[in-house]
């Protein structure tokens, strides 16, 4: 693949630099909690200034490209599901095969990074889709091995079709996307109408919506929710665009809160036992999915 694709060295990359952006606890924490706005952007801008230079090139390409016309053309090609029938198990060793060219800090697979954030749900006594959501809400990053540019897998989502919020980390970078000369995309409810639901907004294209698609029949909307705006960032962190959201979706919004942290600040470096875990979620797979999926 065209190595200016993939800034990122791993696709860690970037979850690292949200764990920078929203630190588990102390001081960092809490001022980013603060009401000052002034101060909130001020910490956005530091963020963003002590980002590694592959982090910053990745959210470059990222503002850049994805587009309204771009995210209408991913959704189309991908979500008629025609590409191939998996199980569950086979999707999770075929994301597996997906080799970063380095994550220094860790022997870990993408596979071990899933069954650690399912395994602490599970720990937490939460109920089994939650588990099950843990185990499956990144398998939508086999984007990465159809051949999609990692801008286009991960990254924080955002609505296209109207107007960026300033919450948007490297928000400077929209001025290189094409939207910004179309008129109709730069207004504040742009294509959508007030309080229209989510369901109806384009999000930019990437794993949370993929893996919904693909799963949308046989989970729980509180699972559905947490798996398709995990990476909304803009929303469940910063409580942007709440002017596109309806009852439901404030209401299903707790529960992507509710995810968040056990995706963000679960990975250890302790590897899971595989042999061990395999027959609980087998069992767990089972009951909510058919054999296999069409992805
Ligand atoms: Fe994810």
Same mark, same amino acid.
């Given at each position: 693949?065209?190595?200016?694709?993939?800034?990122?060295?791993?696709?860690?990359? #970037?979850?690292?630099?949200?764990?920078?952006?929203?630190?588990?606890?102390?001081? $960092?924490?809490?001022?980013?909690?603060?009401?000052?706005?002034?101060?909130?952007?001020?910490?956005? =801008?530091?963020?963003?200034?002590?980002?590694?230079?592959?982090?910053?090139?990745?959210?470059?390409?990222?503002?850049?490209?994805?587009?309204?016309?771009?995210?209408?053309?991913?959704?189309?090609?991908?979500?008629?599901?025609?590409?191939?029938?998996?199980?569950?198990?086979?999707?999770?060793?075929?994301?597996?095969?997906?080799?970063?060219?380095?994550?220094?800090?860790? $022997?870990?697979?993408?596979? $071990?990074?899933?069954?650690?954030?399912?395994?602490?749900? =599970?720990?937490?006594?939460?109920?089994?889709?939650?588990?099950? &959501?843990?185990?499956?809400?990144?398998?939508?990053?086999?984007?990465?091995?159809?051949?999609?540019?990692? #801008?286009?897998?991960?990254?924080?989502?955002?609505?296209?079709?109207?107007?960026?919020?300033?919450?948007?980390?490297?928000?400077?970078?929209?001025?290189?996307?094409?939207?910004?000369?179309?008129?109709?995309?730069?207004?504040?409810?742009?294509?959508?109408?007030?309080?229209?639901?989510?369901? =109806?907004?384009?999000?930019?294209?990437?794993?949370?919506?993929?893996?919904?698609?693909?799963?949308?029949?046989?989970?729980?909307?509180?699972?559905?929710?947490?798996?398709?705006?995990?990476?909304?960032?803009?929303?469940?962190?910063?409580?942007?665009?709440?002017?596109?959201?309806?009852?439901?979706?404030?209401?299903?919004?707790? #529960?992507?809160?509710?995810?968040?942290?056990?995706?963000?600040? &679960?990975?250890?470096?302790?590897?899971?036992?595989?042999?061990?875990?395999?027959?609980?979620?087998?069992?767990?797979?089972?009951?909510?999915?058919?054999?296999?999926?069409?992805?």
């Amino acid at each position: 693949m065209d190595d200016s694709n993939r800034p990122l060295a791993a696709l860690e990359e #970037w979850e690292d630099f949200l764990k920078q952006r929203y630190p588990e606890k102390g001081p $960092d924490r809490e001022s980013f909690q603060a009401t000052n706005p002034e101060k909130k952007k001020e910490e956005f =801008r530091n963020y963003e200034d002590n980002a590694r230079p592959s982090v910053r090139e990745f959210y470059r390409l990222n503002h850049r490209h994805q587009t309204y016309e771009f995210v209408q053309s991913k959704r189309k090609e991908y979500l008629g599901l025609k590409r191939k029938q998996m199980t569950v198990w086979e999707a999770l060793e075929y994301l597996n095969t997906l080799v970063d060219d380095s994550d220094p800090d860790t $022997d870990l697979s993408q596979l $071990d990074h899933l069954l650690q954030t399912a395994e602490q749900i =599970r720990h937490d006594g939460h109920p089994r889709w939650f588990i099950l &959501t843990g185990l499956i809400h990144d398998l939508g990053k086999i984007l990465c091995l159809y051949g999609e540019p990692q #801008w286009a897998v991960v990254g924080d989502t955002f609505p296209v079709g109207c107007s960026w919020s300033k919450r948007i980390v490297f928000h400077d970078f929209f001025a290189e996307n094409p939207d910004r000369r179309e008129e109709r995309f730069q207004q504040r409810l742009g294509v959508y109408e007030a309080g229209c639901g989510l369901d =109806r907004v384009a999000m930019s294209w990437g794993h949370d919506e993929y893996l919904y698609n693909v799963v949308k029949d046989y989970l729980p909307t509180e699972a559905l929710y947490m798996i398709r705006y995990h990476s909304f960032y803009p929303a469940h962190r910063d409580g942007e665009y709440d002017y596109l959201m309806n009852e439901q979706d404030r209401k299903m919004f707790q #529960w992507v809160k509710a995810f968040n942290p056990y995706d963000l600040y &679960t990975k250890s470096h302790k590897k899971p036992d595989l042999q061990e875990l395999r027959p609980f979620y087998d069992g767990l797979i089972n009951e909510y999915f058919p054999k296999t999926l069409s992805w």
